[in-house]
């Protein structure tokens, strides 16, 4: 944080200073009272489970500036002390105050699959002419996002912000907080389907992205997602759509996987601009069309946003590619939906390799009660992309199986309960030349899957 003191957090929270000095500069936002960067604000959370003003005291020996309070309680000596209503609330006004106080343009990001990706690559490009923050790790929900923005420095010039939901309302909220000068949509799936039930209340919740967005603000929409299309021009705000179809203002065409990543020629207008990505597939293509089209409204050119994208690495556990042993793996381990599973299957089936191509995948959570269904549409689809293997891990992911046998794909299919009981096989079965993906939603722990295979 820059040029903040106590008072500031006073005023920003509409709390009431107990102890302390007005004047302590505080330089950071903590919600874990065992990690202080110095000269902290900590800002305990009351959970389902927990409550951490438990933790208060805790905090002030780590380090804490200043804390704030929800509960009736003493003051505890050593950091200054700000009695407030809500301690998530005042945190959303703090981080509200920050960012209004910065000034800078933010463009935020929002979608079913691909936000963080997309994030990245929007901000890659818009490097090319500004200094750019962005959202840290996955802090992108209405905690992690006011915590994020505190973050901004004097000399950021433009920043990018990620955007996560899974429930009604709280898109309107991550709005109010952000102000977005623009907004890119990646598309509407079926991800947290348990909470919002339906595509169509997704995609409503979705667009109060632009709830709170400036006047004259920009969306920037997935023209090829059957829901994003279809916002209107009288929505208020500018529309940019991007894709491969004819309706696209930015434009895909001779996308090709190659060895080295992926290729094609953005188009705008009567610009054309061959663009190489590190990274593999079409969805890739997709986040760098989004990543040219936001970086347009600051006039980086398409040139420039092309040169600053190569450079991309992509992510940890998001479509790593590496060797184990003398097989290579496609480490999608993250999460998993069925857009971005399907997605992964793609890049699988795009890759060249010297043996065999593997789809180890597993559960995908939170779909609601369709959710075998789903499973069992993903196997309709690999069954395009035949891989010559597929293993089956969790009693969803057994879907993924029938799907594809019903289909009448020549894959062989093997299903097992847990990883544990699949790792004795793969173990086995992974021979030299191989390539095999990994997928499944994150508390599947498909990572723990690879590292055993490494030892």
Request: charged share 25%; hydrophobic share 40%; net charge negative.
């Given at each position: 944080?820059?040029?903040?003191t106590v008072?500031?957090?006073v005023?920003a929270?509409?709390g ?8 302590t500069v ?9 990690v ?6 900590f800002?305990?959370?009351?959970g ?13 020996e780590?380090g804490a500036a ?7 309680m ?5 950091a200054?002390?700000i009695?407030?209503?809500d ?9 509200r ?7 800078i343009?933010?463009v ?7 936000k ?12 090319a ?9 996955n802090f ?8 994020t923005?505190t973050?901004m ?6 920043a990018?912000l ?7 309302g709280?898109?309107e909220?991550?709005?109010s907080?952000a102000?977005?000068?623009?907004a890119?949509i ?11 039930k ?19 603000g ?11 299309k ?7 705000f ?5 894709g491969?179809g004819e ?5 895909a065409?001779?996308?090709r996987?190659t060895s080295g ?5 953005a ?9 190489l ?6 969805h890739?293509?997709?986040?760098a ?8 409204l ?8 092309a040169?600053?994208?190569?450079s ?17 793996v496609?480490?999608?381990t993250?999460?998993?939906s069925?857009?971005s599973?399907k ?8 890759m060249?390799?010297?043996?065999r191509k593997?789809a ?8 609601g ?6 499973h ?6 690999a ?23 019903d289909?009448?794909a020549?894959t ?6 847990s990883?544990?009981?699949?790792l004795?096989y793969?173990?086995?079965?992974a ?8 997928k499944?939603s994150n ?6 899957l ?5 030892g």
């Amino acid at each position: 944080m820059e040029q903040t003191t106590v008072k500031d957090l006073v005023r920003a929270s509409g709390g009431r200073l107990l102890a302390g000095d007005p004047d302590t500069v505080v330089k950071h936002v903590s919600i874990d009272s065992r990690v202080m960067k110095g000269q902290d604000l900590f800002v305990p959370l009351i959970g389902e489970r927990s409550d951490a003003h438990d933790y208060l005291g805790q905090a002030i020996e780590n380090g804490a500036a200043a804390v704030f309070s929800s509960r009736t309680m003493e003051s505890l000596p050593g950091a200054a002390w700000i009695q407030v209503e809500d301690t998530l609330k005042a945190l959303q006004d703090v981080g509200r105050d920050y960012r209004r106080r910065m000034g800078i343009p933010v463009v935020g990001v929002t979608g079913s699959v691909g936000k963080t990706t997309t994030r990245e690559m929007v901000a890659a490009a818009l490097s090319a002419g500004f200094r750019v923050f962005r959202t840290s790790k996955n802090f992108n929900s209405d905690i992690g996002l006011p915590v994020t923005m505190t973050e901004m420095g004097k000399e950021d010039e433009l920043a990018v912000l990620e955007m996560g939901m899974s429930n009604f309302g709280e898109m309107e909220v991550l709005s109010s907080l952000a102000e977005p000068s623009a907004a890119v949509i990646t598309n509407i799936g079926v991800a947290h389907m348990e909470q919002l039930k339906t595509r169509e209340n997704i995609f409503r919740e979705k667009l109060k992205i632009a709830s709170s967005m400036k006047a004259g603000g920009t969306l920037i929409l997935n023209g090829d997602d059957e829901f994003l299309k279809t916002v209107p021009a009288e929505c208020g705000f500018h529309r940019i759509f991007y894709g491969c179809g004819e309706n696209c203002d930015y434009r895909a065409e001779q996308v090709r996987i190659t060895s080295g990543g992926t290729e094609f020629v953005a188009v705008h207008g009567k610009d054309r601009v061959l663009t190489l990505l590190p990274v593999m597939g079409k969805h890739m293509v997709m986040n760098a069309l989004a990543a040219m089209a936001a970086a347009s409204l600051w006039g980086i050119s398409m040139e420039q946003a092309a040169k600053a994208l190569e450079s991309f690495e992509g992510f940890k556990n998001r479509q790593q590619i590496y060797g184990v042993g003398d097989f290579r793996v496609i480490d999608d381990t993250y999460n998993a939906s069925p857009d971005s599973m399907k997605a992964a299957l793609g890049v699988l089936d795009g890759m060249e390799t010297e043996g065999r191509k593997i789809a180890v995948l597993a559960n995908m959570l939170e779909l609601g009660e369709n959710s075998r269904q789903f499973h069992y549409e993903v196997g309709q689809f690999a069954a395009e992309h035949s891989p010559e293997l597929l293993i089956c891990i969790g009693e969803l992911a057994a879907e993924i199986g029938k799907g594809l046998l019903d289909a009448g794909a020549p894959t062989e299919v093997k299903a097992f309960a847990s990883r544990e009981e699949a790792l004795p096989y793969l173990r086995n079965e992974a021979r030299s030349g191989d390539l095999i993906l990994f997928k499944g939603s994150n508390s599947m722990r498909l990572g723990e899957l690879i590292e055993a295979l490494k030892g």
